[in-house]
């Protein structure tokens, strides 16, 4: 049983630069999350989707887009990278937002833009 | 300005004693708490939950309690374990905010179980 599947696991961006972090679930869940995690940081909701074609923003969405086509996939594109964006970006999903269903998360890409 | 507080960055105690983690919330409408425990170079795995209703809730070796009135919870392990060495984070929603509820994250704190 995958989970969520996040590729890739590390990147180095040039500032300026564009590139997809790709997500995908094979849990059939409807609600998708990206949050980044700065150093010595808890994590912070970029961007969520509560079922295909429905995206909102979180809490930090300045720098990104995302998209939500399919229930298993949900890319974070960065259109032009920045020293600030240097982090790890979890993707993570849940069937919905009950109490009994906790958001599992995939292992994080750790990108730095240089 | 952080709504969920982990005070302590670390903690460190010996295989087989008790283990308390801290926790503090500031917004009063959360009403919903979660622990995450994350190990190095993986995504965070759910471990416990509470909701307000309750004042404890109890999963094997792992208790959480929460304090209303305080704005506080805690989380035992015991007895620790080697392998529960991690970061542990807690989060806090409001259920009232429907679909559109977002976990709000503390900064973590990270365990060390010494054997």
């Known amino acids: 049983n995958a989970g969520v599947t996040q590729t890739p696991k590390f990147r180095i961006l040039k500032i300026g630069q564009s590139m997809t972090l790709q997500c995908t679930q094979d849990m059939n869940h409807n609600y998708m999350y990206w949050y980044r995690q700065d150093p010595g940081m808890g994590l912070k909701l970029i961007y969520y989707?509560?079922?295909?074609?429905?995206?909102d923003k979180g809490e930090v969405p300045n720098g990104y887009n995302v998209s939500r086509s399919t229930t298993e996939d949900f890319p974070l594109r960065l259109e032009l990278a920045a020293p600030s964006q240097t982090s790890v970006y979890f993707c993570a999903s849940s069937y919905g937002q009950g109490l009994n269903q906790p958001q599992h998360f995939g292992d994080g890409t750790r990108l730095s833009i240089l | 300005d952080q709504q969920v507080k982990q005070n302590s960055p670390s903690l460190s105690v010996q295989e087989g004693r008790i283990s308390i983690l801290n926790c503090d919330y500031t917004?009063?409408?959360?009403?919903?708490f979660l622990w995450y425990k994350k190990y190095p170079a993986e995504g965070p795995t759910f471990l416990i939950s509470?909701?307000?209703i309750k004042d404890k809730n109890e999963d094997g070796r792992f208790t959480v309690f929460l304090n209303k009135s305080a704005k506080h919870l805690s989380l035992h392990i015991v007895p620790s374990q080697p392998g529960d060495s991690a970061v542990y984070f807690c989060a806090a929603t409001s259920t009232n905010a429907g679909n559109n509820r977002k976990l709000i994250w503390g900064l973590g704190t990270s365990l060390a179980v010494n054997p």
């Open positions: 989707s509560v079922g295909a074609g429905i995206t």
């Open positions: 917004n009063s409408m959360f009403d919903y």
């Open positions: 509470i909701s307000s």
